[in-house]
């Protein structure tokens, strides 16, 4: 038996069912999403702007948005994705800690 059937079989009988590893964001970054009104598309993480049009993620100047919120969203890229995704369908997939 490999190696990584025996770990999901050790995990399942420690509850009697699967644990499935939760994604977190901090709260300040789910803040700063909010705050810039950044939104997810079929084109990709997009940024509505002061005139009310969106804007892809990498073509957001520092003039719009401050550096360092765009480094930690650049950062946590596939995170924001997930917790914007979820937000859109409705679900958690990203727990806000």
Excluded: C, H
Aim: aromatic residues 10%; hydrophobic residues 40%.
């Amino acid at each position: 038996m490999s190696e990584e059937i025996q770990g999901w079989r050790d995990i399942i009988q420690q509850n009697g069912k699967i644990k499935r590893t939760q994604l977190t964001i901090p709260k300040s970054v789910a803040d700063e999403l909010e705050k810039y009104d950044f939104e997810l598309t079929s084109k990709g993480l997009m940024y509505r702007n002061m005139g009310g049009t969106l804007v892809e993620f990498s073509r957001v100047t520092y003039d719009e948005i401050p550096q360092l919120i765009v480094q930690t969203i650049a950062g946590n890229y596939r995170i924001v994705f997930a917790y914007l995704a979820g937000k859109a369908l409705g679900v958690d997939l990203v727990k806000v800690v």
